[in-house]
T-cell receptor
Framework: EAEVAQSPRYKITEKSQAVAFWCDPI?????LYWYRQILGQGPELLVQ????????DSQLPKDRFSAERLKGVDSTLKIQPAELGDSAMYLC????????????FGPGTRLTVL | TQLLEQSPQFLSIQEGENLTVYCNSS?????LQWYRQEPGEGPVLLVT?????EVKKLKRLTFQFGDARKDSSLHITAAQPGDTGLYLC???????????FGTGTRLKVLA
């Protein structure tokens, strides 16, 4: 069964350091999402891609966060510099297309900023 | 800002009991989804409801969408330990397939 892959699963870093997360969506899925989930809350959309183009990054803190999907397949989310408040689960999801509302989530990357 | 309120926040019940969790908003949804998330994993989609008044069943789970499309409920019959997890609702308010998640109901079913 096809799955969304994410790495690393866990990341511990010190504040002011740079971190990067990687996501490989299900093959053939054109739409890719990055979410942040703070402990005890629901996921919050950070950025949405359709192929290699950003569809929505209105909730992405652009002073420190960046995301890319250069070839329209896998994607990288970067934080530089990391702050204590960035500690959270970072989830990637994919769907066949923007108008297909079935999202498949990866296992997430748990980030701890010390 | 559209907000989804889920209740209760926490629920601990014995195996075999029935339960209902709720998802409410002051705004109308174009569609609403329910997910279950287990610790250390991503959410898994359970159902999508689109039509006001719609009822969908998935084994022991019954999902209902309110007539006014501002609320939804999830009813579990004869809960089992395997039902333990975080239940999230997610609503599309704009019809653009961008879903806003609620804060979730954390369910624990004791054997």
């Amino acid at each position: 069964e096809a799955e969304v892959a994410q790495s690393p699963r866990y990341k511990i870093t010190e504040k002011s350091q740079a971190v990067a997360f990687w996501c490989d969506p299900i093959s053939g899925h054109a739409t890719l999402y990055w979410y942040r989930q703070i402990l005890g809350q629901g996921p919050e959309l950070l950025v949405q891609f359709q192929d290699e183009s950003v569809v929505d990054d209105s909730q992405l803190p652009k002073d420190r966060f960046s995301a890319e999907r250069l070839k329209g397949v896998d994607s990288t989310l970067k934080i530089q510099p990391a702050e204590l408040g960035d500690s959270a689960m970072y989830l990637c999801a994919s769907s066949r297309g923007i108008e297909n509302n079935e999202q498949f989530f990866g296992p997430g990357t748990r980030l701890t900023v010390l | 800002t559209q907000l989804l309120e889920q209740s209760p926040q926490f629920l601990s019940i014995q195996e075999g009991e029935n339960l209902t969790v709720y998802c409410n908003s002051s705004s109308v949804f174009s569609s609403l989804q329910w997910y279950r998330q287990e610790p250390g994993e991503g959410p898994v989609l359970l159902v999508t409801v689109v039509t006001g008044g719609e009822v969908k069943k998935l084994k022991r789970l019954t999902f209902q969408f309110g007539d006014a499309r501002k609320d939804s409920s999830l009813h579990i019959t004869a809960a089992q330990p395997g039902d333990t997890g975080l239940y999230l609702c997610a609503g599309d308010f704009s019809g653009t397939y961008k879903y806003i998640f609620g804060t979730g109901t954390r369910l624990k079913v004791l054997a």
